[in-house]
């Protein structure tokens, strides 16, 4: 017989109670987690998509945010107001509703960006050859800039969207870069300003590569080219410009997460970070974090707890098109939470853990005096080197919970 939509709803609430292992909203307020509004309004849809989930506003999802515990929200200017009342009064009237729902529920506005991917005004890039369209980006990345000090914000993010093209040969890179920072300038610039007139701290401009689409070619496709721009003299402020890695970016141009997250670190530029999951050479799937890499993820999160890393966990997932709007809510965002706080304090058990320790210490020893002896310098390594793979497999255990005991019946 076939169930109503109510009885569906209560399988679903009954299974994620059995699931168990979820987390207070007060435990998970403890960690700097935060929950896009382009997330949580998600309606399932995209090129070869029809939605399959109801619209909802900023109240709900703030709402639903602060209910959770999750701690923080994060905007695109354009998801909470409509691109044809920015930049005008009615803004500002958004603006003041988003603070009073921020603070009904005890959320905080960590993050803005800007839109400028998706409006036709962007068709030829943020940066195009038409001074027109670049004027009308400087002032959207400026009210942006406004917008999130008025919402209190620490962090605004730039993912470029359009900066590339489909045919080769029209635009001149070159020109592009250049174009593009004039861009991020007079953003800092204005936020230099604001931020002086406020008596409150500049943001941290973070950049967000992806390594394809929306274009054939991508200018700034990875994290690393981000990396090279800010330092290469274009930038009136590359202080104040720093990166925003997603994990899932990384990993479609095939990219060790890990290592991108490294790279940015040893440069002092990993400010803030996008997590979800998903597949390698694949398009931008945005699923759960640690729903497909669980182990990578493992790694990703000991890296960052090793090195200290406090900024924001962005949950830039996209609940599937497969779960309802209860289930959005029910299903998706507890559950991408709790996933990553659980990764988060077993990476804490892998730092303290004896076996890697002891392993890591001997490895970085080494097998001892050789006397500058080629063969010998091989030979004395030739045992520890085997610490790599038991390394490895203790990582494993570690993450299946083998190391406090958890046993297979064979
Ligand atoms: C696209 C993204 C974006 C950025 C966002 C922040 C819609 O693949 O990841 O999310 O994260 O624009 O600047
Ligand atoms: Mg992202
Ligand atoms: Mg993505």
Redesign the pocket.
Known sequence: MASSQTEQQSLVSRLMEMSGGSYSPEQRRKYFISG?Q?AGAYEGHALFHAPTREAIGYEDVIRRLGEMGVGYW?T?DTDVIPTDDLLTDKQWETVAGINKALADHDVQCSMV?C?T?HHAVWAGSPAAEAPEVRDYGKLRLRNTVDIGHELGAQFA???P?TLGYMVQGAIDETDTLRWFADGLNAACERDIEVAAKKGRATLKHCL?A?PF?PQAQIILPTSDAMMAFISSGVLTHPEMVGL?P?YL?ELMWGGAARAVLARALLAGKLWHF?INDGYPLKH?V?LGVGLVNPLDWLNVLVLLRTHGYDGPF?L?FKPPRTTSNFGVWEVSFPTAVDRFITLWEIAGEVAEDEVLKQAGAALRAGGGAANGDLAAIVAANRELLTLHELIAHRLFQILIGQNRGRKFSV
């Open positions: 896009p382009w994060t695109h960006t839109e991917f993010v730039y993912w969207g967000e992806k689409e925003n997603e970016h996008d931008d945005d962005n830039d």
